[in-house]
């Protein structure tokens, strides 16, 4: 069923390409993840000009780093979902809304840290 993955350099090689090509997909198909990446480097600069110790600097840019990899599930969760059922389901949606959701908290958090750390 699953990919053979192999053993030691082999499978860190193969799960890199793999990793690769999910980002490749995620860049070609998923709008909400171009435009979350677009908002990540513009604000990466920023945020290691404002942050002014290495944690705040990790904050700053974990929390972005945090929305990119939540739209990534969410969109993983959304392809599954529609894969498997045409037809309007409510776990299906409920599946597709939580999702959305987690993208949803994940630019809450962003918000929290950059006021947290440039206003107070």
Same mark, same amino acid.
């Given at each position: 069923?699953?990919?053979? #993955? ?12 793999? #990793? ?35 944690? +705040? ?13 939540? +739209? ?19 776990? #299906? ?6 999702? #959305? ?20």
């Amino acid at each position: 069923m699953g990919k053979k #993955s192999g053993t030691g350099f082999t499978r860190l090689r193969k799960a890199f390409g793999w #990793s690769m090509a999910g980002l490749a997909a995620a860049l070609k198909h998923e709008k909400a993840f171009q435009q979350e990446l677009v908002l990540c480097l513009i604000l990466t600069p920023l945020g290691l000009w404002f942050g002014r110790t290495g944690v +705040e600097k990790a904050l700053l840019l974990g929390s972005l780093l945090l929305v990119l990899i939540v +739209e990534i599930i969410n969109s993983a969760v959304e392809a599954v979902v529609d894969r498997f059922g045409g037809e309007h389901h409510t776990l #299906s949606g409920r599946a597709k809304d939580m999702g #959305s959701a987690a993208v949803f908290l994940a630019l809450v958090n962003v918000t929290i840290c950059w006021l947290c750390i440039l206003f107070f």
